[in-house]
T-cell receptor
Framework: GAVVSQHPSRVICKSGTSVKIECRSL??????MFWYRQFPKQSLMLMAT?????????EQGVEKDKFLINHASLTLSTLTVTSAHPEDSSFYIC??????????FGSGTRLTVV | GNSVTQMEGPVTLSEEAFLTINCTYT??????LFWYVQYPGEGLQLLLK?????DKGSNKGFEATYRKETTSFHLEKGSVQVSDSAVYFC????????????????FGQGTILTVHP
């Protein structure tokens, strides 16, 4: 089946630094990927929709300059959290639209900003 | 707009008990419906789905039937196991007019299931 690989699985960074999270579709081409944020014991909040070769579409209230999304190829989308602060600490999950089940999710990235 | 409402948890059951997690939805079109499962510290895995009214999705002993008349997609399992302990999310998406592409997912709030031996 379709597989989406997300790296790193967890990262700790200092306040003020930037962190890049990668999401790769391993055995299919993903023209559309989605980035979610999940707070403890809560549901997933869609941050943005990433389309290959074009600008991402951000959900209302999500700072596009804070959360930079790049989808430069059909198998890779990246989310960069710029100038991270402790309030950005969260679980970030990507998913890709695949031709089979509809969506395949990455395993998530636990970001901790200290 | 589109929305998904799940029964509040957490749900705690003994092994081999019957499980029901209620899910209802509102949608402006004809949605596809999904159940996802999330184990601790992991992403989401598709458990089952249904794309039209009266469809029944099933997988690993779990079932859910797309009920258009009640706008529901309740998840059931006849005999739960300790390994079923996880968070379960109901979700919907609308497909495009050609039926070839899914839009973004709208999730319910999630239900934590804990199964004791």
């Amino acid at each position: 089946g379709a597989v989406v690989s997300q790296h790193p699985s967890r990262v700790i960074c200092k306040s003020g630094t930037s962190v890049k999270i990668e999401c790769r579709s391993l055995d299919f081409q993903a023209t559309t990927m989605f980035w979610y944020r999940q707070f403890p014991k809560q549901s997933l909040m869609l941050m943005a929709t990433s389309n290959e070769g074009s600008k991402a579409t951000y959900e209302q209230g999500v700072e596009k300059d804070k959360f930079l999304i790049n989808h430069a190829s059909l198998t890779l989308s990246t989310l960069t959290v710029t100038s991270a602060h402790p309030e950005d600490s969260s679980f970030y999950i990507c998913s890709a639209r695949d031709p089979g089940s509809g969506y395949t999710f990455g395993s998530g990235t636990r970001l901790t900003v200290v | 707009g589109n929305s998904v409402t799940q029964m509040e948890g957490p749900v705690t059951l003994s092994e081999e008990a019957f499980l029901t997690i209620n899910c209802t939805y509102t949608a402006t079109g004809y949605p596809s419906l999904f159940w996802y499962v999330q184990y601790p510290g992991e992403g989401l895995q598709l458990l089952l789905k249904a794309t039209k009214a009266d469809d029944k999705g099933s997988n690993k002993g779990f079932e859910a039937t797309y009920r258009k008349e009640t706008t529901s997609f309740h998840l059931e399992k006849g005999s739960v196991q300790v390994s079923d302990s996880a968070v379960y999310f109901c979700a919907l998406s609308l497909i495009n007019a050609g039926g070839t592409s899914y839009g973004k997912l709208t999730f319910g709030q999630g239900t934590i299931l804990t199964v004791h031996p």
